[in-house]
């Protein structure tokens, strides 16, 4: 452990996603907001916008997988190891519509030493479940600077 990490690993975990949300440009433009973070765990809230809407209506699909995509990654590098997806499915379950407040909330399944395997829930405001993610993330050599110095 470096000196200046913090040796509480909810400590850690609560560094690590607001070093790496402050970089996230994408998931601050789609106006996702870290709502609990824990070692391993996520959970990442997001209001359906009108720019967000597909042809038919409905929230786009693909922003519903960022929004779970996101998540996962703030869950899988919470231990302040930079780790990235190496893949991910998703299963759309119920539509989302314009002003829905969605949650995804990301477990880890299994970690090992450089993999891990990720569940995500989407439910919206209702609890209504809108889809499930998994993710498969790969741990990259070293450990990511960002989440031991932020100030």
Known sequence: MKRDE??????LAQRSATALYAADLASQSLGMRLAAIAPRECTVTMTVRGDMINGLG???????FALADSAFAFACNSDGAATVAASSTVEFLAAARVGDELTATARAVWQGRRAGLYDVQVVDQQGTLIALFRGRSQRLSGRDPRA???K
């Open 6 to 11: 913090p040796a509480d690993p909810r400590a």
């Open 58 to 64: 409905t929230c786009h699909g693909g922003i519903i």
């Open 148 to 150: 031991v110095e932020l």
